[in-house]
């Protein structure tokens, strides 16, 4: 039996204890997950569950890493194709390296990124996080490189409104020094900026890629799969998975339909995007509860539309703002 999912915002606890009575044995159910569905081009929330219980959220992190590359990358007019080192703390990371990149490898920025977002690698983000934090702190300061990235990391998320996380490094890992945290809400927002960049877009809707980086001068090639399982599938086109033993299994989901054109009364038209994010935080079936709430989600968006989209009050709504 799968689990069905309310659309109320806010459902009280009677509610919460009758759905988990109801499906006590669906595989889904699970204390302590979190969970919402939001249509990105309205902010329109449709299902949530705890949205706003700060927890870990594992290599998501990545999300964020990866924007504040793209966006010094701009700024500074910086090309991707430029190569960076491994450095010396990347030895003790652990974690995913689908590439096998050890201190002193070479790789570009832009490798580093593919390997980073679809294989969830732990090196190349703190590579990526040590390269451009060299030249943020050049400019704005800092202890370290690292530091003064996951500085703009958490910057870049209050620009969003995402007053409930904090960042402790690139790559998403726990340890007792480096316990990030965020909530299903605010990674919605964090998605949601991201999916906003179509550079962003190309790298995450890929199913896998061959990268490369150099050891000694030598060419050294890898085929890196996205971990995210349900890429390409059912209008499927990104974003995120993670795994940590504090976060649980995690993914942010981006869920694409076409455009719905519209004749205007002068005789034009209007396009209306369509684009279902979904994020699910410490679900034992991440891939089963997000394909519910993707079916779920926009079944009450199409619903909320043919009402003339309604909106009672603010907090329906998911405002993300272009940060300064």
């Known amino acids: ?13 009677c509610a919460i204890l009758a759905m988990a009575c109801l499906f006590a044995l669906s595989s889904f159910v699970r204390a302590g997950e979190s969970y919402i569905a939001v249509e990105s081009y309205s902010g329109k929330i449709l299902l ?12 998501l ?15 500074s007019k910086a ?8 450095p010396n703390g990347a030895a003790t990371l652990g974690g995913s390296n689908p590439m096998g990149l050890i201190p002193g490898d070479q790789v570009s920025l832009r490798e580093a990124m593919y390997s980073m977002l679809l294989g969830s690698d732990n090196v190349a983000a703190f590579t990526l996080a040590e390269h451009v934090g060299r030249s943020i702190q050049s400019r704005a300061g800092g202890r370290s490189p690292q530091g003064a990235f996951v500085t703009e990391m958490n910057q870049l998320a209050r620009g969003l ?9 690139p790559h998403g890992m726990d340890s007792a020094s480096q316990r990030g945290t965020s909530t299903a809400r605010d990674m919605a927002r964090l998605a949601i900026y991201a999916m906003r960049d179509t550079g962003f877009q190309f790298y995450v809707k890929q199913s896998q890629r061959t990268v490369s980086c150099y050891r000694g001068g030598q060419k050294r090639s890898f085929k890196v799969v996205n971990t995210h399982a349900m890429v390409g599938k059912g209008g499927v086109n990104g974003i995120k998975s993670g795994n940590t033993v504090l976060a649980g299994p995690c993914a942010a989901t981006s869920s694409e339909k076409k455009s719905i054109v519209q004749k205007q009364s002068d005789g034009s ?25 993707i079916t779920q989600g926009w079944a009450a968006y199409e619903g909320w539309r043919q009402q003339g989209s309604p909106v009672n009050q603010a907090a329906e709504l998911l405002a993300v703002p272009v940060p300064k």
């Open 1 to 13: 039996m799968s689990r069905q999912i309310s659309p109320s915002r806010f459902v009280s606890n």
């Open 48 to 59: 949530e569950l705890n949205a706003n219980q700060k927890r870990p959220v594992a290599s």
């Open 79 to 86: 090309s991707l194709a430029q190569k960076a080192v491994v």
């Open 269 to 293: 038209t209007s396009l209306t995007g369509r684009r279902l994010i979904v994020i699910s935080l410490g679900s034992r079936d991440r891939w089963g509860i997000t394909q519910t709430l």
């Open 161 to 169: 409104g995402m007053t409930r996380t904090k960042f402790a490094n």
């Open 61 to 75: 992190s990545k999300i964020a890493t990866a924007m504040v590359v793209l966006d010094w990358a701009r700024l």
